[in-house]
C-alpha cells in the first residue's frame, strides 16, 4: 500500500520568531497551572480536531497516553457528544466550553455552556481552563498557518 507524500511545511515560524516561540511556551505552562493534566490534554486535543491541526493531535494524542489516557476515551472525543458516558461531568463542561470557545459562529460563549463550566470548576480553575483553550487555539493557528507536519512514520509502520 502506498501513502500520500507528506504536506511540505510553509514556515519555520518557531526558528524565525523565536521570542514569540519562546513567549508561547512561557504561556501555556502558565496556562496549564492548576488544571488536571488529562483534562488539559483532553481539551488539547478537542480543540485540535475542531482547528484541523494534525501536528497538534499528534503531539496530544501522544501526551495523553504518556499520561495514561485511554485510547478509548481519545478515540471518542470527536463523538463526545454522543459518548458522555466516557466521561465526568467536568469533563462534559470543559469539552463544551473547548468548543464555543473554539468555534466562535456567533461571536461570543453562549451563556448555559459557561455557567455549566462554571458549576464545575472553582473560578481561579475556571480562568486557567479559559486560558488553556485559547493557548491551544493559537498553537493551533500557528501550526495549520505555517503546515506543521506530524511525526514520521518509523521503519515499517504506517503513517
Keep these: 500500500m502506498e501513502y500520500a ?7 519555520d515560524w518557531a526558528r524565525l520568531a523565536p ?15 492548576g488544571l488536571d493534566p488529562a483534562l488539559r490534554e483532553l481539551v488539547k486535543i478537542r480543540a485540535s480536531q475542531l482547528n484541523r491541526c494534525a501536528f497538534c493531535l ?5 501526551d495523553a497516553l504518556a499520561a ?11 463523538a463526545w457528544e454522543e459518548a458522555r458516558h466516557f466521561y465526568t461531568e467536568k469533563e462534559l463542561a ?5 468548543e464555543a470557545v473554539t468555534v466562535l459562529t456567533d461571536g461570543f460563549v453562549p ?12 473560578e481561579a480553575e475556571l ?16 501550526g495549520v498557518t505555517c503546515r506543521r507536519v506530524p511525526g514520521t512514520p518509523r521503519p515499517g509502520q504506517r503513517p
Aim: charged share 25%; net charge negative.
Design 5 to 11: 507524500a507528506a504536506p511540505v511545511p510553509r514556515l
Design 19 to 33: 521570542d514569540v516561540f519562546k513567549a508561547m511556551v512561557r504561556l501555556d505552562a502558565a496556562a496549564g497551572r
Design 58 to 62: 499528534d503531539m496530544h494524542t501522544r
Design 68 to 78: 495514561g489516557e485511554s485510547v478509548e476515551r481519545i478515540v471518542q472525543l470527536s
Design 94 to 98: 470543559a469539552l463544551e466550553l473547548t
Design 111 to 122: 451563556d448555559e455552556v459557561y455557567e455549566r463550566a462554571a458549576k464545575h470548576f472553582e
Design 127 to 142: 480562568a486557567q481552563l479559559i486560558a488553556a483553550i485559547t493557548v491551544i487555539n493559537a498553537w493551533n493557528r500557528f
